[in-house]
């Protein structure tokens, strides 16, 4: 694993903190970034400014005084041969700025060792369950799983480069009055497949896909009393190809049904009475969720003697620290928001910190097509479906454009734009500029590192494309903190207009052996972090276009 630069000048502003007894604020809130305007520096923090209320101080004296303890702390910090200058400047920003050596030192390792450079130690082996999609078996995955699918699959991607050991999971609802409600769905329509006039529900499932169903199901003989689990079973057969072909595989598919067969749920709250969680109220079984800072106790038996929903995702969220994980992290769409501190509240009844379980909200999606906004109504079947983007766009498009907007943003999804071949589509533009490097280097041998000479990268042009390769570990970063792979989309349009901007400007080609060499390699590193940027997304990393 590679060292961490920003890390490493975290930990340095933080000593020098503590040494001018500065440190007043969390730690958490020493951030470093990158500058917009590259005249100042490589890194910037703004601690100065934030610390400025504290302390009653103008920023840039505070500032002034912090880079005098930095520079104090540097040469027993190990950064002595990589930071050049430590400089106050405009409001009060502390900037640092490198060594050109550093860059080519760290271009070279990228070189050598591929995406070794790129990784980092984040994980340091921690167990993570990753559980979306989720989509009760009643009818084809819509854009709004889609886009689930795109998210879940990539921060899960994102958590295994960066060490942590991962385990996707798709929480299958197979039981219930939405399962009975499909079986009758597909019984009426097998009536009036046989020619009786039926009154069909509002509430039914409608779309043209139970007529199939219904078909399937006479030709096998099966009951009505069956239809429910076989309809379900026949559509969860479809789900999983359809994500399949979108490149999203579960390493578990969790059966309600088989949760509640299993006495777990009984064994939940047997636990929950033992420490005081549940009371009987109105002949209802309620679950004390007010003593973890929910707004409402939960019912989570009614007095008829059913369940609530609440019910089996408590022992559910309680099986998967059973498993042996140690962070949980669902995705879950808008609708489901009121549900994350009665679930919270249960994880923390069983002892675990509220933060062992992260619930990622990931915002609806509108398909637009010909400048018009497709119209969606679940029960009628009357929605644009996963089958349907990946036929008509493709995966590559599909995955990059669902991951093109934070999670926490409604997404406009242009399927015209998706499927151009030119600039105006990011999917294309970045595939591009991989596949225009390795038109480049087909044709040509780099040199061992030890023999390149990559001091003589002077151009404004290629330190700006190395910086940005460099930028690719906090980015990831980023994406972790925030559970939230849609930087890595931002980035690598950045990293493809960085390099077509060089090979527009420069030749690599055809200059002194020296020049050549070293241009060569650096496009080589590029090739590395695009490639690996487009794995992590899922995309294709196509070399000829």
């Known amino acids: ?83 050049s200058q430590v400089k106050v400047e405009g409001a009060g920003f502390i900037n640092f700025y490198l060594n050109a050596g550093y860059f080519y030192d760290q271009l070279n390792k990228i070189i050598v060792q591929g995406q070794d450079a790129l990784r980092l130690d984040s994980g340091k082996g921690k167990k993570v369950l990753i559980e979306y999609v989720s989509a009760n078996p009643t009818g084809s995955l819509s854009v709004a799983h889609a886009r689930q699918a795109a998210v879940g699959d990539c921060l899960a991607n994102i958590l295994e480069f960066l060490n942590f050991k991962v385990q996707r999971e ?15 769905s597909v019984q009426l329509r097998s009536e009036e497949l046989a020619g009786k006039k039926v ?45 399949s072909d979108f490149g999203v595989n579960f390493d578990c598919w969790y059966s309600q049904k088989e949760l509640a067969k299993s006495g777990k749920v009984e064994q939940s709250f047997s636990q929950l009475k033992e420490k005081g969680f549940l009371f009987e109220e109105d002949g209802a079984l309620w679950f004390k969720s007010t003593a973890f800072g929910d707004d409402k106790d939960r019912v989570i038996i009614k007095s008829d003697g059913s369940q609530t929903y609440l019910a089996p995702d408590i022992a559910y969220h309680q099986d998967k620290f059973n498993r042996g994980f140690n962070w949980l ?37 509108t398909i637009f097509r010909n400048g018009q906004p497709v119209q969606m109504s679940t029960r009628r079947g009357q929605y644009i479906t996963l089958r349907e983007i990946l036929d008509e766009v493709g995966s590559d498009a599909a995955r990059f454009f669902f991951l093109m907007r934070r999670t926490s943003s409604h997404l406009d999804f242009d399927l015209e734009v998706a499927k151009k071949q030119s600039a105006e589509n990011p999917v294309y533009y970045v595939q591009y500029a991989h596949a225009r490097i390795c038109s480049i280097l087909r044709s040509v041998t780099i040199q061992n590192s030890g023999d390149l000479e990559l001091s003589v990268l ?27 792979p849609y930087m890595v989309t931002v980035y690598l349009q950045e990293l493809s207009e960085a390099f077509h901007k060089f090979y527009d400007l420069h030749r690599v080609l055809g200059q002194a052996d020296a020049l050549t060499s070293a241009r060569l390699a650096l496009i080589k590193g590029v090739k590395i972090v695009l490639s690996c940027g487009l794995e992590l997304l899922g995309v294709s990393r196509p070399e000829k276009m």
């Open 170 to 184: 798709y929480y299958l609802n197979d039981e219930g009055n939405q399962i009975n409600i499909l079986g009758k």
């Open 199 to 243: 009154e069909f529900p509002e509430n039914y499932y409608q779309g043209d896909y139970i007529y199939d169903i219904a078909k399937e199901a006479d030709k096998q003989k099966v009951s009505d009393s069956g239809l429910g689990d076989f309809a379900s079973d026949y559509i969860l057969d479809i789900i999983k190809k359809e994500l």
């Open 458 to 484: 002077k151009e404004k042009e290629e330190l700006e494309l190395i910086k940005k390769m460099l930028e690719f570990k906090a980015v990831l970063n980023i994406c972790l903190v925030t559970c939230d």
């Open 329 to 365: 992290i669902n995705l879950w769409g808008p609708d489901h928001h009121g549900y994350i501190n009665r679930i919270k509240a249960a994880i923390q009844a069983f002892g675990h910190p509220a933060d062992d379980l992260s619930v990622i909200i990931v915002q609806l999606a």
């Open 1 to 83: 694993m590679q060292r961490n630069i920003q890390d490493e000048l975290i930990a340095l502003v933080i000593r020098a903190l503590r040494a001018g007894q500065l440190d007043k604020l969390p730690h958490e809130q020493v951030i470093l970034d990158f500058p917009t305007d590259n005249r100042f520096g490589d890194f910037t923090t703004n601690i100065a400014l934030k610390l400025s209320k504290a302390l009653k101080n103008p920023p840039r004296q505070i500032a002034a005084s912090l880079v005098e303890l930095i520079q104090k702390e540097i040469p027993g910090s190990g950064l002595k041969d990589l930071v």
